[in-house]
């Protein structure tokens, strides 16, 4: 059976009486490098993948919300005029209708199901995929002519005013805006982007899952970001004019902040280091220059672990495995930290050797199993019929 068909007979085992529903895909996302850049205004270098949200949605007739959501066994029955945080799944769906109304669009009840691919937790961004899904979804159903940028931002506000989660703009700028065999050069400042070709014939991506999904994810990341913003605040009474650590320099740094507050130091320091990475990285890769490209994921990787020290035990053991295979690149970890999955930039002919090592070595060393996902880079939402 194919995607759609299948898709379209779980949406009529909740809704057997719906007509044909609507059928959006919206994929999760990886990160060359470039990671906790995005909400200090940096530069980040995403794709869309072959992992995604699908989602199936019909209009109703009355002022209803009824969602399910397949892969949980879950569903929900909520009315348009209660939107509320209910500290579950729903909020995702939930949040982009209440940004939908305060915008000032209409927006009618809605029978919708989804389902997916992208492991959940595994920092491949399932959350800001939904998000996408809905906004774009209600958009086409209820033809509200809303552009991509406008429902991406819609979705970022969703997570971090509904959900609770001050994420940045990357994941839900991936998700929305990818495009097959390319990655983003986002500057997370001016939302200005350029693709850049990447094709996975050769070189291929690929994911170690760490399995490991730590509570502290949450708190850790918004204590970061409430450090990167202790460090500018100090900087400001020294240069009145900046506004980010996108503005702020290694000189800056180590003339003002190193000796006055060494922990903030050591988090600035990661980011201001980040940002140049990643424009090294971009003249790699329109250069072909993968060793080049491979050395700047590893420094990105030790920054994470030492300076921002958002990464584990498990993470670090999945990168120091990886170093050591022949056809490897470079490798890190990927988005927020404290688990979720390692990025790898590898040789086609060694992956098989890769997986293989990797996944021994990882249990010899943790005593857990990582699982591997191989990836190719997608077109970001859109429509399926
Ligand atoms: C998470 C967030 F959602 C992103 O906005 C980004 O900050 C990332 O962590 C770290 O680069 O995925």
Redesign the pocket.
């Known amino acids: 059976m194919d995607l759609l068909t299948q898709l379209t007979a779980i949406y009529h085992q909740s809704f057997p009486a719906d007509q044909s529903p609507l059928l959006i895909c919206s994929p999760g996302r990886v990160?060359l490098i470039g990671?906790?850049?995005?909400?200090n205004e940096g530069f980040v270098l995403p794709a869309a993948i072959d992992k995604a949200i699908y989602l199936a949605i019909s209009p109703r007739t009355d002022n209803r919300i009824h969602a399910v959501a397949h892969d949980l066994g879950k569903s929900r029955d909520v009315s348009l005029s209660e939107l509320t945080p209910t500290h579950s799944w729903l909020d995702y769906l939930l949040g982009v209708v209440a940004q939908l109304r305060l915008a000032g669009h209409t927006v009618g009840g809605f029978n919708c199901v989804f389902t997916g691919t992208i492991p959940i937790g595994s920092?491949l961004?399932s959350s800001a995929a939904l998000e996408n899904a809905v906004g774009f979804a209600l958009n086409e159903l209820f033809n509200l002519g809303i552009d991509r940028m406008t429902l991406l931002r819609m979705s970022q506000r969703a997570e971090n005013e509904f959900v609770g989660a001050k994420?940045?703009?990357?994941?839900m700028f991936a998700s929305m805006m990818g495009k097959a065999n390319h990655v983003i050069k986002l500057d997370c400042r001016s939302l200005q982007y350029e693709y850049a070709p990447l094709s996975t014939e050769a070189i291929r991506i690929v994911l170690c899952d760490s399995q490991v999904k730590h509570s502290l994810v949450t708190s850790e990341?918004n204590t970061r970001r409430a450090e990167c913003e202790a460090g500018v605040r100090f900087l400001k009474t020294f240069y009145p004019d900046i506004h980010s650590l996108r503005d702020v320099t290694m000189d800056m740094l180590d003339k003002h902040l190193r000796d006055a507050d060494a922990l903030i130091y050591k988090r600035c320091s990661y980011v201001v280091q980040e940002n140049a990475r990643v424009v090294d990285a971009v003249r790699a890769l329109e250069a072909n220059d993968l060793s080049t490209f491979g050395q700047l994921m590893y420094g990105s990787h030790a920054g994470l672990s030492e300076k921002y020290e958002v990464s584990c035990p498990e993470l670090d053991s999945l990168v120091d495995i990886a170093r050591r295979q022949s056809g490897v690149f470079g490798a890190r970890m990927m988005?927020?930290g404290f688990g979720g999955c390692t990025i790898n930039l590898i040789e086609a002919a060694a992956v098989e050797t890769f997986a293989a090592n990797i996944r021994h070595e990882y249990k010899e060393r943790t005593g857990k199993d990582t699982l591997i996902y191989v990836c190719s880079l997608q077109d970001g939402t859109h429509r399926m019929n």
């Open positions: 990160n990671e906790h850049t995005d909400y920092g961004s994420v940045g703009i990357m994941d990341y988005g927020g």
